[in-house]
């Protein structure tokens, strides 16, 4: 009981610690479904249910709780036109600016949170090869997919320096197509179904 109460008071002494309770959350509460789902959900319910929460944490971590937290944010470039991928904000851009301190407890549990998800995750995929549950092992690559991701882009973001030609990411995602390739393939179309 005194480890809860310890935990509470770091909790307290974050300086976001609402933000900060919704990204320990985001990550727990997939895992929770994932475990303790199938006792009381079926298996589609489940799926639907951990993806549902999945999709949120990624979304929150991304967007908000990276920016609040440790004032960085990271974005993937689709547009086509650079061989960088990756974009990056943080408050590096503005050496101008005051940027108000980071509290080390929120960076802490931040990096923390997300470094052990996808830890986790490979743990249960793992689980999941040696019981040969392949059909949940589908949601633990998905899972596992989007945690590593998100922890892989913000690991390029806090390295990240403003003005300085940055490596290559180690991956990238490919370049979807544009709709200006989708227009050029209509028109080859309707060139061979001409009467």
Known sequence: MESIQNFYQTILASSH????????????????LYLLGSWFLSTTVQFILVILALAADFYFTKNINGRKLIQERWWYDVTGEDTSTFRFESYKEYPDVQAPPINPIDSRLFWLALYLAPVIW??????????????????????????????????????????????????????????????????????????
């Not at 940055?166 to 179904?193: G, I």
């Open 17 to 32: 610690p609402l933000i900060l309770s919704v990204h320990l959350l985001g990550k727990a509460v997939p895992i929770v």
């Open 122 to 195: 490979v743990v249960f995929g793992f689980v999941c090869l040696i019981k040969f549950q392949f059909v949940y092992l589908i949601l633990v690559i998905f899972a596992g997919g989007l945690s590593i991701w998100n922890a892989y882009a913000y690991r390029l973001c806090d390295g990240w320096e403003p003005g300085k030609t940055s490596e290559a990411p180690l991956f990238q995602l490919p370049m979807l197509p544009s709709f200006a390739n989708l227009d050029r393939v209509s028109r080859l179309q309707s060139f061979f179904t001409r009467t």
